[in-house]
């Protein structure tokens, strides 16, 4: 995820993107194991390892705000993080969250995927009224009392081998605001420009995001810092 081709990397552009949204900001990324490589964690195993990394790296507690940008599982895996931890009140730095085609309503093609591939996470993503993960996950969020968090959605007009992995309701439920890019799923989040629709948005919702907190009327002499991760995204 995240990279067009070699010389295009989402973080790395950012980190090398001048405009004052940017400035005094470090792109940390977190990986994980995703379905189609047939993974053997859950998301509640997911969620543990990946706050395990976070907070060895103090990404919460060297940073005054967080702004999370997730494509497909991962806003499922931030949301529920956010909740899971809050007695750790990691959501109280949270200014917003971006989601990628992010299900969260499921997705049909993990229903029909499921039969070939064993990975149990695909159980927690399928559609339908039976997936009481993402039901239980809809409800707590909506009593958790988050009201500064906002949540920015896109979501894929285009198929990607016939079919949409997730389709525009499931990408925008609960989302402040929603955008329709001309991608498929798995391209939602690989730029090769800075005119790219899914760089546009993040850039343009987080200027009007940041605004109340007075974003630098120019470039601040610290760059962005991007810190790599061993392990990167599948």
């Not at 494509?71 to 949301?79: E, I, K, V």
């Not at 890019?181 to 090769?192: A, G, S």
């Amino acid at each position: 995820a995240w990279r067009c081709d070699p010389a295009h990397y989402w973080p790395t552009m950012i980190g090398n993107d001048q405009d004052p949204v940017f400035s005094n900001t470090d792109v940390y990324v977190v990986g994980y194991p995703t379905p189609h490589r047939n993974g053997t964690m859950t998301m509640a195993d997911l969620e543990s390892n990946i706050v395990s990394r976070m907070q060895a790296d103090g990404v919460f507690r060297k940073h005054k705000e967080v702004i999370f940008v997730a494509h497909s599982m991962g806003g499922l895996l931030t949301q529920q993080i956010l909740l899971t931890y809050r007695d750790k009140e990691l959501f109280k730095k949270v200014r917003a969250i971006f989601l990628y085609g992010t299900p969260q309503e499921g997705s049909k093609l993990a229903n029909w995927a499921k039969y070939f591939n064993h990975d149990p996470k695909l159980k927690e993503l399928q559609a339908g009224d039976n997936n009481f993960t993402l039901q239980g996950l809809d409800e707590d969020w909506t009593h958790s009392g988050f009201s500064g968090i906002e949540r920015y959605c896109a979501y894929e007009t285009k198929p990607e081998e016939g079919f949409k992995v997730v389709d525009r309701y499931s990408a925008t439920r609960g989302c402040k605001e929603s955008v329709a890019m001309n991608e498929n799923h798995r391209n939602l989040v690989k730029p090769c420009n800075i005119e790219a629709d899914s760089y546009i948005f993040l850039k343009s919702e987080l200027k009007s995001t940041l605004d109340p907190f007075e974003v630098p009327p120019q470039v601040a002499t610290s760059a962005p810092t991007y810190v790599p991760q061993a392990h990167q995204p599948t």
